[in-house]
């Protein structure tokens, strides 16, 4: 077995993962194996620590990972302590699951030679300058990782001793032509139904439940009618969008500006350019025919003509080498030096941009000019209200900060600074804060020990620039059982449901009882659906999961059964099955592909597992 699986881990996929481990481990910069820790350790494996150094690493990397895929959407998610506790518990879980696989390796006796790192550092693309290895880059991306040589070899040579065992078992898992074909038949197949709904919606009118029934269920269900922590605040708010509103500026203000800013309200000067282009590609051939060009100008040849003629650029020069109006500082240096030092009408002499050889030719010019007062008046009136009320909201922002901390057991005295009123909020969870407060910083401040603990005033915080509140508990509700007045209305209406569909059951049943004994049903439509798929949107998804769970009838019968909807019950007759067609080998390797990466998973779960149940695993500090 050892000989297999040393065998194994010198295949191609083998040396693919170990391309991804060493990139995994370069920029992740796991600092755990930088030396001896004295931290206590948060998990115990077989002896062998997990420091509470490489949780926290490990951890920051998966928020980093977590925050690039998910956006905006991971900001609210952070937000909820228990959610970033099961991400930690998570990863502590896989750290120590490497840890297993670690010492399975070597107990295997599975080692990595000094070569093998040697090389896979040389073959490393971030070692690497133009396809190289680079011993400088290579140093120095160490030294920004923070690693010593040694120190990195020590880390590689652990973790690619662990993953010669994991990708030898990876490598090793395969799926045999007969298992795809029998899934894909299985997929594939498609059956012939019959079926007729009963809704339970007229049943409901004759339902009721008494009193007893609805206490009854509330009491044998608490875990249902659990409700979320919750908090009422009361808090104050700075926001430049309101401070405007109070704002004026006056046109003779912003007149004033204007002329003081004129520089700000100018339209550059533009230039209309024609070039002829040798850009063949051999330096010494396209500078030679620029100068040739050059001189048939000289000589009085027509530019449009020359261009024509000459160009390279095709598309230009079918306009006699016009471009367009360019600003300073749009085009290429050269090219754009050039053109501003001609006058009208001028062309310059032969110029080399990274584009190749041109000959410029400025056709027109538009000088730049200042923006007429009244085309820019509303847009200075707007500048000058914002800027004073940015300056105000700096202004305005100390004094709640001062005062807010100065006074930390009431908001009245800040919102007598600040002239506004104390605002307040109905209670709410971490999942749904009021509209205009619901941002992670806010949420995790309104939850924090700070703010429920104290009953203090908060810090202030940052809702969007320019936009800031200090909060303070008005309200706290621990997380706990609703009480029955606020849940009855609910059980109620669910246990009248449950009475019609039990209704609309008994009434499924009798229809059943027909349908097997072959009697005609008038009163209700049955329906008849041929060759339905296994995956069909088309009736019903709980009848069409019914009709796959039902066994195939024998020839010249039907197969019956009930299923349970939403509102109601559906009667089914299977009259058929139909074997599944056109599989070939193209959908074999499809199914193959897909499923081959689930074995391998299933087979690592499986040998984790394994691991773990033959292991001691402490856990000295409670994360």
Do not use: C
């Amino acid at each position: 077995m050892l000989e297999k699986i040393r065998e194994g881990s010198q295949g191609v996929i083998a040396k693919s993962i170990l391309v991804l481990v060493i990139l995994s481990f370069a920029f992740a910069g796991v600092s755990s194996y930088l030396g001896t820790s004295t931290e206590v350790a948060v998990a115990v494996v077989n002896g062998d620590e997990i420091t509470a150094n490489e949780l926290e690493q490990a951890y920051q990397n998966e928020r980093g990972r977590l925050e690039q895929q998910l956006g905006e959407m991971f900001d609210a998610l952070s937000a909820d302590d228990n959610y970033m506790n099961g991400i930690k518990q998570n990863v502590l879980d896989r750290l120590i699951a490497d840890k297993l696989m670690t010492q399975a390796a070597e107990d295997l006796g599975l080692r990595v030679s000094d070569d093998q790192i040697r090389q896979a550092i040389v073959n490393e693309p971030a070692f690497q300058t133009d396809g190289v290895f680079d011993n400088d880059r290579y140093l120095a991306v160490l030294r920004q990782l923070g690693y010593q040589t040694t120190s990195f070899r020590n880390m590689m040579r652990t973790d690619m001793t662990r993953r010669q065992l994991l990708t030898s078992l990876v490598a090793t898992e395969f799926v045999l032509d007969g298992e795809a074909k029998q899934l894909a038949e299985v997929q594939g197949q498609t059956r012939d139904i019959r079926y007729l709904v009963v809704d339970s919606t007229p049943y409901l009118a004759s339902a009721s439940v008494s009193e007893d029934a609805i206490k009854n269920y509330y009491d044998s269900n608490l875990m249902q009618f659990m409700d979320q922590e919750k908090v009422s605040l009361e808090y104050v708010e700075l926001n430049v969008a309101n401070i405007a509103k109070g704002i004026e500026a006056s046109v003779e203000d912003a007149r004033t500006y204007y002329e003081e800013n004129k520089q700000q309200y100018q339209t550059p000067e533009k230039r209309l350019a024609a070039h002829i282009l040798f850009a063949s590609g051999d330096d010494s051939a396209d500078e030679a025919k620029a100068e040739a060009s050059l001189a048939k100008l000289q000589a009085g040849e027509d530019f449009a003509e020359v261009a024509k003629a000459d160009s390279d650029d095709q598309f230009s020069a079918e306009q006699g080498g016009q471009l367009d109006w360019f600003e300073q500082g749009v085009m290429d240096p050269e090219f754009d030096t050039a053109l501003f030092e001609l006058n009208q009408g001028e062309y310059s002499q032969v110029v080399k941009s990274e584009f190749g050889y041109h000959i410029v030719k400025l056709l027109d010019v538009q000088s730049g000019a200042a923006a007429p007062f009244d085309e820019v008046q509303d847009k200075i009136v707007a500048d000058l209200k914002n800027k004073k009320a940015v300056d105000e909201f700096y202004s305005l922002q100390s004094v709640l900060a001062d005062t807010s901390y100065e006074v930390p057991d009431t908001l009245d005295e800040t919102a007598k600074a600040l002239d506004v009123e104390v605002q307040t909020t109905q209670l709410f969870s971490r999942n749904n804060a009021p509209a205009n407060l619901n941002k992670p910083e806010l949420v995790r401040a309104a939850f924090s020990d700070d703010v429920i603990g104290s009953g203090m005033n908060s810090e202030v915080i940052e809702l969007e620039p320019n936009h800031v509140v200090v909060i303070r508990l008005l309200k706290h509700q621990d997380a706990g059982t609703l009480p029955l007045s606020e849940v009855k209305a609910g059980i109620e209406a669910r246990l009248v449901q449950e009475q019609a569909n039990l209704e609309a059951s008994e009434k499924a049943n009798e229809y059943l009882a027909e349908m097997k004994a072959g009697n005609e049903i008038t009163e209700t439509t049955i329906a008849t659906k041929v060759q339905l798929a296994r995956f069909s949107q088309d009736i019903d998804q709980a009848i069409t999961t019914k009709a796959f769970q039902m066994p195939a009838p024998q020839s010249g019968s039907v197969a019956f059964d009930t299923a349970a909807l939403a509102n109601g019950f559906a009667v089914i007759a299977l009259d058929n099955v139909n074997a599944a067609v056109g599989i070939d080998s193209n959908i074999i390797d499809s199914i193959k592909e897909r499923l081959a990466p689930q074995f391998s998973e299933a087979d690592y779960r499986a040998i984790i597992d394994a691991l773990k149940a033959k292991a001691k695993i402490e856990y000295p500090v409670a994360e």
